[in-house]
């Protein structure tokens, strides 16, 4: 009786414990403030921490520190209560991710009558370390006979912008333009503070006083204003009384994050990111990639889950989340990446390919005539087709009866039934009938990616974007291969020439005839060296034994021809920079990587970019097949690179500092190891570099 005495009053307790908020009407944290007594909201707008209106719920600056204060009034007088910000800014907006607060000001108007000038304002605002928006906001001026100027500060020194507009009569102005002609607009310059706008007229008004009375300038949110021939007719009255929308950055504090981190006062907590803005003083806090909440809040970003909302997974099922990412994943029985590009495909349901008939595909190609012949190589012959359906096909026809080439072509079809991926061409059918090999593969139309870089023309197309997009596509489907379907396949010959392109540049790899099934249980396997000179693993050609590692090394040749333009192997090179290779990793030694960039894809905004990519290229070259990345790394570090830049990992996921180099300077040392060959050119001794010469 004791016991379930003793049980009773520990479950009320319980219950009562858990209940006492509902009963009690208690209420529940806001994720957007720091405290249960805090408001988040101030009529319809939402008011998130650093912002706040109670005391103990905004962010104070220290008592030393010249910052614009984060508290805001909500005056409850009006119907819905209005959000205030310092003495009598409205507040129509706050956002986290961008650092701004949404409010309105004044305009600036002179007026004239017969020549004098009878009303005069200047409009002019300072909002201390809160920065008027050059990027959301811009000067407008309205007036026939009118200039205007904006002056402000960054720091402790002035700037100025302006503009100036005139017209004869009205039907010169055309609603929505804003070009000189009744309207004016300049550019705001970034980081400034302590506004002032003022204006004047070149004539008073003499000759224009009939129809445009008034002059008015202002700065205003890009967003919010249009102009028309209506507004130089306005009165006084109108624009005395006028307020528009403007954009304020704002930041934290007045010391930049590293500062701030020292300090131990930044407000950027867990899962979150502190960046320094430019022109602007403080600090902004973000969430991490994968991360969603309010950055500024001591308990930080909280994980997205992604399999709840939009994602790349085939079916929401096959989605698994992670802090911070997701993947997906195939069920049990199923091969495949299970994403939306590279879907799940039944381990037991046989891909069978299509045998076609000799007939068929003689009248498709005009019985192999010179003139459909599109590709040439040691192989054979690619011969452009159509068949009786009006399909388009690209048939390959092997030069003679050969023992070997009978090898690679069972070899190439074996191959092909394992791969489902739309970046490999897909193998349409086979033709038993005939003397020599026949396959027929889905023909893609633009050429080969060698084609494209080696064409003056064609490469000064082929942007940043394009190539670094063509780099993560192949990186996939080597990945693919690599790792995904049930039985691994290493390609043995990854080169520029067979990556074709579609009319959209998306890369399409083909030409599997010496590509190798990976025995079960076995990471590496002696071999015959075969491959392309120029894109050969120096590891492979000593050794004899062939490893996904291969393909990591000829990928990164391939990434060196995409950044450079040059081909993998040159006579026109000096001797000891023949190969490609080597002329990059002595570049880089010398510190002139810049000198062999191709300048098509050379800019302020794709430098960082570009010297990543090279960075990875490098560690796909290393001279040890065990301190080069996987293919899936490599393909992981390209789509970071895509999306906001990275550098180089480790094998542990660590940055390899100890091997990154600058595009301007002297490789950093290698006191630190892990970094045996990729940059010493020494290290490639004499006889790995007669070895480079070798393959087919």
């Known amino acids: 009786m004791t016991t379930y005495s003793s049980y009773a009053l520990l479950l009320t307790i319980c219950l009562c414990w858990v209940l006492t908020p509902l009963i009690t009407g208690d209420k529940v944290v806001s994720p957007l403030v720091i405290a249960p007594h805090c408001s988040d909201k101030c009529g319809n707008l939402s008011i998130p921490y650093p912002f706040g209106i109670e005391e103990g719920c905004y962010y104070k600056p220290p008592h030393n520190e010249k910052s614009s204060s984060f508290k805001i009034t909500c005056n409850y007088s009006t119907s819905p209560p209005t959000p205030i910000f310092g003495t009598d800014y409205e507040v129509l907006n706050i956002s986290l991710i961008e650092g701004e607060l949404r409010t309105e000001v004044g305009v600036s108007y002179d007026c004239y009558n017969k020549g004098n000038n009878t009303a005069y304002w200047g409009s002019s605002f300072n909002l201390i370390t809160f920065t008027l928006s050059s990027t959301k906001n811009i000067l407008v001026a309205i007036g026939c006979d009118t200039y205007a100027w904006f002056k402000g500060y960054r720091g402790d020194k002035k700037y100025k912008t302006g503009c100036m507009t005139a017209c004869v009569e009205l039907e010169d102005v055309i609603d929505g333009e804003c070009s000189g002609v009744g309207c004016c607009q300049a550019s705001i310059p970034g980081g400034i503070n302590n506004v002032q706008v003022s204006l004047d007229s070149f004539d008073n008004h003499r000759s224009v006083n009939t129809f445009n009375p008034c002059n008015a300038a202002f700065p205003v949110a890009k967003d919010a204003f249009t102009f028309y021939q209506q507004n130089l007719s306005l009165p006084m009255e109108y624009w005395e009384s006028l307020q528009l929308p403007v954009v304020f950055n704002w930041t934290i504090g007045q010391n930049s994050c590293s500062v701030a981190k020292k300090e131990g006062s930044c407000l950027c907590k867990e899962n979150t990111v502190c960046y320094d803005p430019v022109h602007e ?112 096909v690209a048939i390959k026809k092997s030069l003679k009866v050969d023992p070997n080439q009978i090898e690679q072509f069972i070899n190439e079809v074996l191959v092909l039934s394992q791969i489902n991926n739309r970046n490999v061409v897909k193998l349409l059918g086979c033709c038993l009938e005939s003397e020599v090999p026949l396959l027929v593969y889905e023909f893609i139309n633009n050429g080969t990616l060698y084609d494209h870089l080696h064409d003056e023309a064609r490469a000064s197309v082929m942007k940043w974007h394009v190539r670094l997009n063509i780099a993560s596509e192949v990186a996939n489907v080597l990945s693919y291969l690599h790792t995904t379907i049930s039985t691994p396949i290493i390609h043995r010959d990854m080169k520029s020439m067979n990556i074709l392109l579609d009319e959209s540049y998306t890369a399409k790899v083909t030409d599997f005839g010496a590509s190798r099934l990976i025995p079960p249980d076995e990471s590496q396997f002696a071999t015959m060296v075969l491959g392309t000179r120029g894109y050969l693993d120096p590891e492979y050609m000593q050794t004899g034994e062939l490893t996904e590692k ?143 010469g070798s393959g087919r």
């Open 550 to 692: 291969s393909d990591v090394y000829s990928f990164g040749v391939v990434l060196l021809e995409l950044l450079t333009r040059e081909k993998a192997i040159s006579n026109a090179r000096p001797e000891a920079e023949k190969f490609l290779t080597m002329h990059f990793l002595l570049k880089i030694k010398e510190g002139r990587l810049l000198d062999i960039l191709d300048i098509n894809i050379v800019s302020e905004k794709t430098i960082e970019e570009i010297q990543q990519m090279a960075n990875l290229a490098k560690w796909c070259l290393m001279l040890k097949g065990e301190e080069r990345p996987t293919m899936k790394e490599v393909a992981m570090e390209l789509e970071t690179i895509k999306r906001k830049g990275s550098h180089p990992w480790n094998n542990d996921g660590s940055i390899q500092e100890d091997c990154e180099f600058s595009l301007v300077g002297i490789p950093r040392s290698d006191d630190h190891g892990g970094c045996s060959s990729g940059v010493d050119s020494n290290s490639y001794d004499s006889r790995l570099l007669t070895s480079l």
């Open 281 to 392: 003083i403080g600090y902004r806090c973000n969430c991490t990639d994968g991360y969603s909440g309010n950055p500024y809040h001591p308990r930080g970003c909280t994980d997205i889950d992604e399999c709840k909302g939009a994602n790349n997974c085939e079916k929401a099922e096959y989605c698994i989340n992670t802090n911070g990412s997701y993947y997906c994943k195939c069920p049990r029985g199923y091969h495949g990446n299970g994403t939306k590009d590279d879907r799940c495909i039944s381990n037991t349901k046989p891909w069978l390919i299509p045998v076609l008939a000799t007939g068929d595909l003689e009248a498709a190609c005009n019985n192999y005539s010179d003139e459909n012949i599109i590709g040439r190589g040691g192989f054979g012959v690619v011969y452009k087709g159509i068949l009786p359906n009006n399909q388009v």
